[in-house]
């Protein structure tokens, strides 16, 4: 039986994929989206960023934009990702960055064969390493797992220490994913999934996904390795805490990330405690896609974004 979670997310993306809903949400619900982007320009983001630190809360930067076609947009895209680090460079913050390798030219093989996305990946992190920057690979549907984690192998071999992925615990396949990439010791960020993917690759129950996410993060953990820990699930959180605290694990082997405008509130309350705590600072014109998923973790969003569309 599909649960209520499942059924209310499928809804909301369906609705979300239809054009005439998109033009509509597109010119009506800025002023809302804006609690969860933190603005269209590179400045915005900067901004936020600066605003966290003063709270002792670090930043991801997240230029929005994905599933790229052609190889004049991943090229943009690249290059706006480069300027991140122009704009950061020099101002003596921590730069940590994430990227979707299907923004960047995933999904484009240029003549003689090379990725593109692949390629841009390795100039975005060239530049990263000579920062001492982070770039994480962000985990998008199920389909591209396999190239992200075989581009990320690649990536992290040459780049150690330079770059991170995410791994998802609503799919069967994440536990394997996990202990196939065990020889990289690499810096992963467990998130539970934030796509719609079908009940053949996806448990279908927030039951059986929020205990696979709590066993990722204790066997990442327990490998020694660093782990990040993407979620404002309150019980998984303090849960996280204790197995950390039992099993003689120090803060610092991992941190708390959340998404930007998402439980402030405890993003807060886990700096002051004296967690590493990054959050997630997407910005950029493409955010319809990114807001469609935030609305579909959250039926109470919906009104939200009614309410706010109605005010205009
Ligand atoms: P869950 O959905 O169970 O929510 C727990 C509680 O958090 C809710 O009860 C509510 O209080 C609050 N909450 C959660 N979502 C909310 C929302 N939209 N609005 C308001 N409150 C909300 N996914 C992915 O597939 N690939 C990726 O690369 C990433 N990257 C990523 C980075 C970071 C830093 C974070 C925090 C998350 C991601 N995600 C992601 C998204 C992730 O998969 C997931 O969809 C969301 O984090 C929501 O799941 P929670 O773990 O918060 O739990």
Known sequence: MQSFDRIYRST????????????????????????????????????????????????????????????????????????IFDAMEGRELPIYVSIKLSQIGQDITLPGGENLGLRNARRILARARALNAFVALDMEDHPRVDITLEQFRTLATEFPGTVGTVLQAYLYRTEADRKALDDLKPNLRIVKGAYLEPETVAYPSKTDVDMNYRRLVYAHLKAGNYTCVASHDERIIEDVKLFAEKSGIPRSQFEFQLLYGIRRDLQQKLADEGYTVRAYIPYGRDWYAYFSRRIAERPANVSFVLRGMLKG
């Open 12 to 83: 909301i993306l369906g609705v979300a994929g239809n054009k005439t809903v998109e033009n509509l949400v597109r010119s009506r619900a800025w002023s809302v989206a804006q609690r969860f982007v933190a603005g269209e320009q590179l400045a915005d983001a900067v901004r936020a960023v600066e605003e966290l630190e003063r709270r002792g809360i670090h930043g991801i930067l997240d230029l929005l934009g994905e599933m790229v076609t052609s190889e004049q947009e991943a090229n943009t895209f690249t290059e706006n990702i480069l300027a």
